[in-house]
T-cell receptor
């Protein structure tokens, strides 16, 4: 079956760096997405990786290893507003998104 | 970026009534629209995929007669929850697909509470 695994919850300190991991098993693969979702709001797009390697976008970076079925989202210089759930989603061979359950990130002062 | 709106943003209704949720792509044409449901502390669950002018494709376990989806134009899709019950209370989110398969723009969501 198809599966996405990511930690349920993580805690980090304001100003620090945090890495949220995601492993996936899908029938075919056409890329991996990271979304940010604040409580009570819809997800907002953060990144899309389809090739191996690191993509940097400001304070956020996303990494993909297709051979390992692994991705991570790296958040630097954490701010209180980064407290949210981070959703990992893989695009399968039918171009359907398979969603992880999300990682709730708690930022402490 | 592309904007998707949803209306209403929240609704409270009595058990047994029907509720219609509208999803509009404001500045692009969404050939495909997706409807998701999200229960508290859970991830998004795809309910159905609709293409303009054709019948929606429902995910396994989603009752097509209960969740009516209409995608009459490239900018509007509607989800009607018929004979709503308390267990249908959830956060309903739509998204519109852009021209590239990796584009998906989310609406702000509709919180439905059925009493």
């Amino acid at each position: 079956g198809q599966n996405i695994d990511q930690p349920t919850e993580m805690t980090a300190t304001e100003g620090a760096i945090v890495q949220i991991n995601c492993t996936y098993q899908t029938s075919g693969f056409n890329g991996l997405f990271w979304y940010q979702q604040h409580a009570g709001e819809a997800p907002t797009f953060l990144s899309y990786n389809v090739l191996d390697g690191l993509e940097e976008k400001g304070r956020f970076s996303s990494f993909l290893s297709r051979s390992k079925g692994y991705s991570y989202l790296l958040l630097k210089e954490l701010q209180m507003k980064d407290s949210a759930s981070y959703l990992c989603a893989a695009l399968d061979s039918n171009y359907q998104l398979i969603w992880g359950a999300g990682t709730k990130l708690i930022i402490k002062p | 970026g592309a904007v998707v709106s949803q209306h209403p943003s929240w609704v409270i209704c009595k058990s047994g009534t029907s509720v219609k949720i509208e999803c509009r792509s404001l500045d692009f044409q969404a050939t495909t629209m997706f409807w998701y449901r999200q229960f508290p502390k859970q991830s998004l669950m795809l309910m159905a995929t609709s293409n303009e002018g054709s019948k929606a494709t429902y995910e396994q376990g989603v009752e097509k007669d209960k969740f009516l989806i209409n995608h009459a134009s490239l900018t509007l899709s509607t989800l009607t929850v018929t004979s709503a019950h308390p267990e249908d209370s959830s956060f309903y989110i739509c998204s519109g697909g852009g021209e590239a398969y990796n584009e998906q723009f989310f609406g702000p969501g509709t919180r439905l509470t059925v009493l």
